[in-house]
């Protein structure tokens, strides 16, 4: 695995993919700061540590998440 299939986010662990944070923008649509206000409240899934300056997320927790607030939308 090189530093740039980890730098686009193209990492895979146990057929989970690691999102790096502009991925995680893109996503769910929201802005860096709310995404960490959100995590550090609960409201939304964490970064994983991958090295010492290296945060990614689960991208199996994200669509989770996002799903969870399309089925909270549809049920409104």
Request: glycine share 8%.
């Amino acid at each position: 695995m090189t530093s740039d299939a980890i730098r686009a986010g193209r990492v895979a662990a146990q057929g989970r993919t690691l999102m790096r944070l502009p991925e995680v923008i893109a996503a769910c649509g929201m802005s860096r700061s709310l995404i960490y206000k959100m995590a550090k409240e609960g409201r939304f899934p964490g970064p994983i540590r991958v090295a010492a300056r290296l945060s990614a997320w689960d991208s199996e927790a994200v669509q989770s998440w996002i799903d969870s607030r399309c089925e909270e939308g549809r049920a409104s």
